[in-house]
């Protein structure tokens, strides 16, 4: 069995989107999934897209994905690459291919000279959390996110017009 990492290409949308609804029906999150081939397309794949992907094959079929892009650090003065999902279909855990999609993401993150490589975890998924920490990972308990969305990030931006 072969096992291999590459970049998304504009080529693997229908295999990205599929990932997502996965992702989303084993976070019981489905009904929130508003992504399109489209919009995936146009997010993702074009031309000035700070948004990548990485595709995990096993034999040659599909069996995993991650999506990242860059932040900045400004008490390092350095990038940092954000890990938005990570994802691998359940039949194919245990083969080394979340380790080898994270170990992608580490090696890009070195080489682009990123001063942080993070990402977020549900706080029920108690076997991802333990699956990161045994990679060394460390929680960051001290922060809590925060979020805008819908209609209430469209009320917020609309009352800071002049």
């Avoid at 999934?33 to 074009?46: D, N, P, W």
């Avoid at 948004?51 to 003065?77: P, R």
């Avoid at 890009?108 to 942080?116: F, L, Q, S, T, Y």
Wanted: glycine letters at 8%.
């Amino acid at each position: 069995m072969s096992l291999t990492i590459r970049n998304a290409t504009a080529n693997d949308i229908n295999t990205i989107l599929h990932f997502i609804r996965e992702l989303a029906i084993y976070e019981k999150a489905e009904h929130e999934v508003l992504a399109t081939t489209e919009t995936i397309k146009q997010s993702m794949f074009s031309e000035h897209s700070g948004v990548y992907g990485l595709i995990c094959e096993l034999d040659g079929h599909a069996i995993g994905f991650a999506v990242f892009f860059y932040n900045y650090s400004t008490w390092l003065a350095k990038p940092g690459l954000y890990l938005e999902d990570l994802y691998v279909s359940p039949e194919y855990r245990g083969k080394g291919a979340g380790i080898a999609l994270l170990q992608n993401l580490a090696q890009i993150a070195v080489e682009k000279g990123c001063g942080r490589f993070e990402w977020s975890c549900l706080d029920w998924n108690t076997p991802s959390r333990d699956f990161y920490e045994s990679l060394g990972a460390e929680p960051q308990h001290e922060w809590i996110g925060y979020r805008m969305s819908g209609e209430t990030l469209e009320k917020f931006a609309e009352n800071g017009k002049s």
